[in-house]
């Protein structure tokens, strides 16, 4: 069964037909329009809908919440082990690159990319090390050491 590939644009430009046509030719089609306008009075608390997802996290197929994506959330997890084997920085984006894990960006992983992380891995730690998962993971640490 082929996979669903997604991919989520913020338009520099208006839509044209144009450009409609061109990414159709490339096999993409449209699934979701967000419209936006201005209009007068205060500006109240709306979502800031351009920001993207907590890294291990994607929008749901039904758009109104968030699911773990299996491969960032994977990532996570080997950055999370290997902070705790005290490796540096480096040593980590290498193994994460090797590992064929790559950025939201699909960039390699360096070193400042990993150090970028930090503040998520804090906020997801709490809830990693008292994972089915993570007590796995431990033991796999505990024995290699």
């Given at each position: 069964?082929?996979?669903?590939?997604?991919m989520?644009?913020?338009?520099?430009?208006?839509?044209?037909?144009?450009?409609?046509?061109?990414?159709?030719?490339?096999?993409?089609?449209?699934?979701?329009?967000?419209?936006?306008?201005?209009?007068?009075?205060?500006?109240?608390?709306?979502?800031?809908?351009?920001?993207?997802p907590?890294?291990?996290?994607?929008?749901?197929?039904?758009?109104?919440?968030?699911?773990?994506?299996?491969?960032?959330?994977?990532?996570?997890?080997?950055?999370?082990?290997?902070?705790?084997?005290?490796?540096?920085?480096?040593?980590?984006?290498?193994?994460?690159?090797?590992?064929?894990?790559?950025?939201?960006?699909?960039?390699?992983?360096?070193?400042?990319?990993?150090?970028?992380?930090?503040?998520?891995?804090?906020?997801?730690?709490?809830?990693?090390?008292?994972?089915?998962?993570?007590?796995?993971r431990?033991?796999?640490?505990?024995?290699?050491?």
């Amino acid at each position: 069964m082929p996979r669903v590939e997604r991919m989520r644009e913020v338009l520099a430009n208006p839509l044209t037909q144009a450009y409609v046509d061109h990414k159709s030719g490339e096999g993409w089609r449209p699934v979701v329009i967000v419209w936006e306008r201005q209009v007068e009075g205060e500006q109240t608390g709306s979502a800031n809908i351009t920001e993207d997802p907590p890294y291990g996290l994607k929008i749901a197929e039904d758009c109104l919440q968030l699911e773990q994506d299996i491969q960032e959330k994977e990532a996570l997890l080997v950055m999370l082990e290997m902070i705790i084997q005290d490796k540096p920085l480096s040593e980590i984006a290498e193994s994460l690159n090797q590992r064929g894990f790559r950025t939201r960006h699909n960039n390699g992983w360096t070193p400042g990319t990993v150090f970028d992380m930090l503040p998520r891995l804090i906020e997801v730690g709490p809830r990693v090390f008292t994972s089915e998962e993570w007590v796995v993971r431990r033991g796999r640490l505990m024995n290699a050491v």
